[in-house]
């Protein structure tokens, strides 16, 4: 893993998207065409603005929804798709090739296997995450399936998950924090040829020491990056300070 520190969000975001435009781009003139893995949340925000200003080759690009809550109208403030779709999607100066979202409004484990069933048969070139306050890794809580090679599953969200949706301001009070969301797996995930691993925020540095320099383990679903032969983890200053 390669970990990078910045001083503002900022600096990260714009290296992290840098990162990423040139293994886009790299895939693009090997194959003549590239696929990515997107991420939500706030600590992608930086990211996501500067990868949409990007100049790259987009009608090539396919692009796979990373996860998105069970039962949440897209019209929901804290819905993934909305999210997606406006932050990126549609910022983008040409359309993608294709992009799959996931509808977390329909039966959830036909969700899992209809969009499954295409990223399958996807070589993932590029995949951009986070880390979550609890250690996880897309939706996969503490302790996550490590084992499990389906590409998308139905999770319960713990607490700890929950409450961290309420503080960045999603949801007006904790029981309207879903319970369940579709998550991409731990091996989906790991299946990508370069991971690229954006975290800002002090409230993130338990869980970045514990995903960088801790043991690899269920508990700390983020620290599997760590066996990962391509990863590449950009911190702002505050959520590497327990490094």
């Not at 714009?14 to 435009?21: M, Q």
């Not at 040139?22 to 500067?50: K, P, Y």
């Not at 977390?104 to 499954?116: F, H, I, Q």
């Not at 299946?191 to 869980?207: G, L, M, N």
């Amino acid at each position: 893993m390669i970990t990078t520190i910045f001083d503002s969000k900022d600096e990260m975001g714009a290296a992290a998207a840098a990162t990423g435009t040139q293994r886009l781009h790299n895939a693009i003139m090997e194959t003549g065409a590239a696929a990515m893995i997107v991420a939500t949340g706030a600590s992608q925000f930086e990211m996501l603005d500067s990868l949409s200003k990007a100049d790259l080759d987009w009608s090539s690009i396919t692009g796979f929804h990373l996860d998105e809550y069970v039962g949440l109208s897209i019209d929901h403030a804290a819905s993934f798709r909305k999210y997606l779709k406006e932050r990126f999607v549609d910022k983008l100066p040409e359309p993608l090739k294709a992009f799959y979202y996931l509808d977390g409004e329909t039966e959830a484990v036909a969700e899992c296997g209809r969009v499954g069933a295409i990223l399958a048969q996807t070589s993932i070139d590029i995949a951009f995450v986070g880390v979550g306050e609890n250690g996880h890794l897309a939706f996969n809580d503490p302790p996550a399936d490590f084992e499990t090679n389906e590409p998308y599953l139905v999770v319960d969200l713990d607490d700890a998950c929950r409450n961290q949706q309420l503080g960045e301001g999603w949801f007006p009070d904790f029981v309207s924090v879903p319970k369940q969301a579709i998550s991409m797996s731990i091996q989906q995930i790991m299946k990508s040829q370069t991971i690229i691993c954006t975290v800002p925020d002090e409230r993130k540095a338990d869980a970045v020491r514990n995903a960088v320099q801790g043991p690899v383990t269920p508990d700390v679903p983020a620290s599997i990056l760590q066996t990962h032969p391509d990863c590449h983890l950009f911190l702002d200053k505050t959520a590497a300070f327990q490094l």
